[in-house]
């Protein structure tokens, strides 16, 4: 694998919360400290579009697959963006405190999560609130849909909620954690993955709604996780480390160490690639088939909040130095399809060592840069 940094997004006057890319991985939006969403066309570098009207801190953002953009503010309102417009087609009012979390379902729902206990999930179409889902005794953290028409909702009050979107119900609460829970992701085989802060990521079977695994072994919050497409979970904590997990077995199959402090995100790629985010400034990258790290990429100066991965291998991270780096991932299977097409197109070896030179895949003498895998 080699990596090449493209850029570094500026604009921003204040901290950077949240990074997501759109479905198609062109477009790039982050929510910042500063109370704007900024659009950015990933093949120019430009900011194509600055989002303002919020009056409080942006806290997270998600597009959805029809040219939508959410926001969620701490002034307590959700805005919906038209992103090829970039223009404000909504605002979204109800929740009485911070809107900490905003997630799409493919059916033209929006759920949102708030500091003021509930989730309301809201009509795209028609801007409305279709219901507000109370029972929470405390902050919503983390919301997430399944696909199948179930929201899954994390609380500082220790549980998770499961919600049924068509009838607005709550049909489970998940008990166990004994302290917030910080992060809730589904998998695609019926499985839910919670965080907390009591140290530990419990497993939970979708289909008979119980408990089916608490992995231990961090020492310190559990701040993010993410399930990959090939049965694995990762678990960022606030002892520096990430841990990687066999859901077939349930079993922790490695411990990634590293970081210098404390790992508050994690994402996969699609090759297998684990990026991990941290208040040390660094982006670490992993390759989950070795349980290395390949690279450790630096140049943020401040925490870095946010990582993502856009289909095409790139990777942008969000920081508290007010900026967002762009990096693309050249694994081995990226390097041979590419040299493949360029062959098959007719292109000469040395306009095809140019046009990998100039990528930052082989360096001036052929060779090729950095550790590929």
């Not at 943020?300 to 990096?327: Q, R």
């Amino acid at each position: 694998m080699t990596t090449n940094l493209i850029g570094t997004l500026k604009d921003h006057t204040y901290y950077v919360c949240s990074v997501a890319f759109s479905p198609d991985g062109k477009l790039l939006a982050s929510g910042s400290g500063d109370k704007t969403i900024k659009l950015w066309d990933i093949s120019t570098m430009n900011c194509v579009g600055t989002l303002t009207g919020h009056t409080g801190i942006v806290l997270d953002v998600a597009f959805n697959g029809a040219g939508m953009l959410a926001s969620g503010s701490y002034d307590k309102t959700i805005k919906l963006w038209d992103i090829s417009t970039t223009t404000l087609i909504g605002t979204l009012e109800g929740h009485i405190y911070s809107v900490r979390s905003v997630a799409f379902n493919g059916d033209g729902l929006l759920a949102s999560g708030s500091w003021d206990k509930t989730i309301k999930l809201w009509d795209v179409s028609t801007k409305q609130c279709m219901g507000t889902l109370e029972g929470h005794t405390s902050y919503v953290s983390s919301v997430a849909f399944n696909g199948a028409g179930m929201l899954a909702s994390g609380s500082r009050d220790k549980t998770i909620k499961l919600w049924d979107t068509s009838t607005m119900t709550c049909v489970k609460t998940l008990e166990g954690h004994t302290s917030s829970v910080e992060s809730v992701a589904f998998n695609g085989a019926g499985m839910l993955a919670s965080g907390s802060v009591d140290k530990t990521i419990k497993l939970w079977d979708i289909s008979t709604m119980t408990c089916v695994r608490t992995l231990k072994g961090h020492t310190n919050w559990v701040l993010s996780v993410a399930f990959n497409g090939a049965g694995m979970l990762a678990s960022g904590s606030g002892d520096n480390t990430i841990k990687l997990w066999d859901i077939s077995t349930m079993n922790c199959v490695r411990t990634l160490e590293g970081h210098t402090r404390i790992v508050s995100s994690v994402a996969f790629n699609s090759d297998g690639m684990l990026a991990s985010g941290s208040d040390d400034d660094t982006i670490k990258l992993w390759d989950t088939s070795t349980m290395t790290c390949v690279r450790t990429l630096e140049g943020h100066t401040y925490s870095v909040s946010s990582v993502a991965f856009n289909p095409d291998g790139m990777l942008a991270s969000g920081s508290c130095d007010n900026t967002i780096n762009l990096t693309y991932i050249y694994t081995k299977k990226f390097i041979n399809t590419a040299l493949m097409t360029m062959n098959r197109c007719g292109l000469i070896d040395d306009i095809i060592d140019n046009i990998m030179e100039k990528l930052g895949v082989i360096d001036n003498k052929g060779n090729i840069t950095g550790c590929v895998i």
